[in-house]
């Protein structure tokens, strides 16, 4: 049994039972299903982005498939952003400039993981953000920042805010994300899902990077992440995951947690 305090979505056995929906030959926005990436992307309509979260350990030949699809599907103007971590963050770099115009590369800290007594502690991810041609939509979406030397003048905070004993500053967001870590267990957000991105990741990339009514497409959707953000922030979506689990876990996402 999990501890009290242990907010994370599990899978029951009638949820293990559930028939998952096969990727059809003309997947509709709204939907989860079951199937493959480069299939899915082929299918479905132009989106306005595509987020992806890949699997981390394959080869860079393999990635070239789903990103030539991602190319095809989306819509000029449209944008695309790909999570990676630092062995495979070069090669996606130049598997995007291939078929995108690469405007960023935002590295973002986990904040959790397993300490190493002959290495670096891995703590960080990258994110690459490219469009397809220019036109491409991007919000100014500001945040707060701390404020380290607080500057008055008469006595006065000058550009910045004092609340609660908070001092800080809404400023133009940068590519360097430290205010983010990976879902745990006391949040009602985390799942049995092993990599599992933050909602506030993908939120600051919706927000950011889609309006009102975009598509946007999960090509691997995990345990439903970008599914349930870009519901709640008004954006249609699409996702597929080859692991019928994970759509499993998605689809109870969509349907339990708002």
């Not at 990436?37 to 080869?59: F, H, Q, W």
């Not at 001092?167 to 957000?189: A, G, K, Q």
Request: with cysteine; charged share 30%; net charge positive.
């Amino acid at each position: 049994m999990p501890a009290p305090r242990n907010r994370t979505l599990f899978l029951a056995a009638a949820d293990r039972a559930r028939t998952v929906p096969e990727l059809p030959a003309l997947p509709e926005p709204g939907h989860v299903y079951c199937g493959d990436a480069v299939r899915g992307l082929r299918a479905s309509p132009p989106a306005d982005l595509v987020l992806a979260d890949p699997p981390y350990d394959e080869k860079p030949a393999w990635h070239e498939a789903w990103i030539d699809a991602a190319a095809e599907n989306l819509r000029p103007g449209g944008s695309i952003y790909v999570c990676c971590d630092w062995r495979l963050s070069g090669a996606i770099q130049s598997l995007l400039e291939r078929r995108f115009t690469v405007r960023n590369r935002i590295t973002w800290r986990r904040d959790k993981g397993r300490g190493a007594k002959r290495n670096w502690k891995q703590n960080m991810e990258d994110v690459w953000f490219a469009t397809k041609g220019e036109g491409y939509t991007f919000n100014l979406v500001k945040w707060k920042k701390p404020v380290v030397a607080p500057y008055r003048v008469n006595g006065k905070p000058k550009d910045w805010v004092e609340e609660g004993g908070e001092r800080y500053r809404m400023t133009h967001p940068s590519n360097i994300w430290t205010d983010l870590c990976v879902p745990f267990w006391s949040m009602s957000e985390n799942t049995p899902h092993p990599n599992q991105k933050p909602e506030k990741l993908v939120d600051r990339i919706l927000r950011a990077s889609t309006n009102p009514g975009d598509l946007v497409i999960d090509p691997f959707l995990g345990s439903g992440t970008t599914a349930v953000v870009a519901r709640r922030l008004g954006r249609r979506f699409l996702g597929f995951e080859i692991r019928p689990d994970h759509v499993r876990l998605a689809l109870k996402r969509l349907e339990e947690r708002p």
